[in-house]
């Protein structure tokens, strides 16, 4: 998993950097504040802007170890520029993510460990989680509502750390993925997001820094996908 300047620091949105290398429509920067999206979770939205003028980041392209903005136009850049992250949007998709993790770790509590099989945010204030259940009812499932909003109306903190690949394995628990265990990083650690008193596992993405700064949750609908994967798809409660 790449180390991102978002997860040192999750509450710089907006950076005045350089420009390091440049193909028409787009830059690779010094330093940059946008996570480039994965394991379920869009990429930031925002714009770059130069001298007077001001262009959208429409996107991200990750190659030989480089992290591609892709812009909205097909200019030409150079030098230094600002920088800076949609802080709506990066709010919405960190909240989604950190109700996720409650789901998950309440659904790995009270159903034998259940792995995740797959995971969506999606820009509507809505997340699906896919998890390997075959014999689970579903009406247990929806029971765990009030048990997420619970956790959102502690207000747990959220604490982020990293530990070596070989003790992330042996942690029960910590890779919380069936099929995807997350790289580590080029120094062979891995990132553990914790919500203190509920969960610990491995995860790139953004997070709020306590569940309560989320809105609660409603669980929207349980689905059947195979006969091995049950869908949970949550939304946010809408601002009163
Ligand atoms: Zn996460």
Redesign the pocket.
């Known amino acids: 998993m790449s180390r991102y300047f978002c997860h040192e620091h999750p509450d710089v949105l907006t950076l005045e950097t350089r420009i390091v290398d440049a193909r028409p429509g787009a830059v690779v920067l010094a330093e940059t504040p946008f996570h480039p999206g994965g394991?379920g979770?869009l990429a930031d939205r925002g714009v770059l802007r130069a001298g007077t003028g001001e262009v959208r980041v429409t996107g991200f392209e990750s190659s030989g170890g480089r992290l591609w903005h892709l812009l909205a136009e097909p200019l030409e850049l150079a030098g230094t520029v600002e920088v800076g992250v949609e802080p709506a949007f990066r709010a919405l998709m960190s909240a989604l993510?950190?109700d996720?993790?409650v789901l998950n770790a309440l659904v790995f509590q009270h159903f034998q460990g259940a792995l995740v099989t797959g995971a969506q945010l999606n820009d509507d204030g809505t997340a699906r989680m896919d998890f390997d259940l075959p014999d689970a009812d579903n009406d247990r499932l929806r029971a765990l509502e009030p048990a997420v909003n619970e956790a959102i109306r502690q207000d747990l903190p959220l604490r982020f750390g990293y530990v070596p690949a070989g003790d992330a394995a042996r942690e029960p628990g910590l890779l919380r993925s069936r099929s995807v265990a997350p790289p580590p990083d080029h120094e062979g650690l891995i990132r553990v997001?914790e919500i203190v008193g509920l969960d610990r596992?491995a995860?790139?993405?953004?997070?709020l820094a306590s569940t309560g700064r989320s809105r609660p949750i409603r669980i929207l609908k349980v689905d059947n996908k195979g006969r091995h994967n049950r869908r949970i798809r949550i939304g946010l409660v809408d601002d009163a």
């Open positions: 394991g979770q993510h950190t996720t993790h997001v596992q995860c790139g993405g953004t997070h």
